[in-house]
T-cell receptor
Framework: EDQVTQSPEALRLQEGESSSLNCSYT??????LFWYRQDPGKGPEFLFT???AGEEKEKERLKATLTKKESFLHITAPKPEDSATYLC?????????????FGTGTQLKVEL | ETGVTQTPRHLVMGMTNKKSLKCEQH?????MYWYKQSAKKPLELMFV???????ENNSVPSRFSPECPNSSHLFLHLHTLQPEDSALYLC???????????FGPGTRLTVL
């Protein structure tokens, strides 16, 4: 069974204090790893898809990387508006083509 | 309207009521999904439709009944729910069932 573990559960940063969120996964055959951002009371907003180890993608202050066992979401010089819950999910061969397995998320709070 | 929309955004119902949640996608996608999100738990996939045919039902109780009349609309019919069914219900769509999923804002359901 596919497993996705995100750490830390919660993270508090000062504005400008860079850090990384971790997503560890166990799957038989990775088809894709997805990062989403979710604000309270709203649906997840798509950020990145990564398909193979070594791949990196960037968007503004966010950079996602992928290895064979985990993915990192690096946040450089965060701002208060980056506060949200960040979700990681995997598509795998074992899970079929129609199922994402989600982690429980990292709740990020960026303070002034 | 753009993206994925859901109505209503909030719903309070008694255990004996019957209600329906509606989802509409304006992205031209062929696959649609229902998810349940409870506090401190990962998103749980409930139903998947591809080209208006149900392709997955994740052992969801029969008090939840999905309907997909066309590739743009998805409904979740609710009847005789339990208080533990209170959660955020999210709709998502993707071009094909292995592709990136885009989420709607969700319906916050409270069962009294």
């Amino acid at each position: 069974e596919d497993q996705v573990t995100q750490s830390p559960e919660a993270l508090r940063l000062q504005e400008g204090e860079s850090s990384s969120l971790n997503c560890s996964y166990t799957v038989s055959g990775l088809r894709g790893l997805f990062w989403y951002r979710q604000d309270p009371g709203k649906g997840p907003e798509f950020l990145f898809t990564l398909y193979s180890a070594g791949e990196e993608k960037e968007k503004e202050r966010l950079k996602a990387t992928l290895t064979k066992k985990e993915s990192f979401l690096h946040i450089t010089a965060p701002k208060p508006e980056d506060s949200a819950t960040y979700l990681c999910a995997v598509h795998s061969l074992t899970g079929g083509g129609n199922k994402l397995t989600f982690g429980t998320g990292t709740q990020l709070k960026v303070e002034l | 309207e753009t993206g994925v929309t859901q109505t209503p955004r909030h719903l309070v119902m008694g255990m004996t009521n019957k209600k329906s949640l509606k989802c509409e996608q304006h992205l031209g996608h062929n696959a649609m999904y229902w998810y349940k999100q409870s506090a401190k738990k990962p998103l749980e996939l409930m139903f998947v439709y591809s080209l208006e045919e149900r392709v997955e039902n994740n052992s969801v109780p029969s008090r939840f009944s999905p309907e997909c009349p066309n590739s743009s609309h998805l409904f979740l019919h609710l009847h005789t729910l339990q208080p533990e069914d209170s959660a955020l219900y999210l709709c998502a769509s993707s071009q094909i069932i292995t592709d990136t999923q885009y989420f709607g804002p969700g319906t916050r359901l409270t069962v009294l």
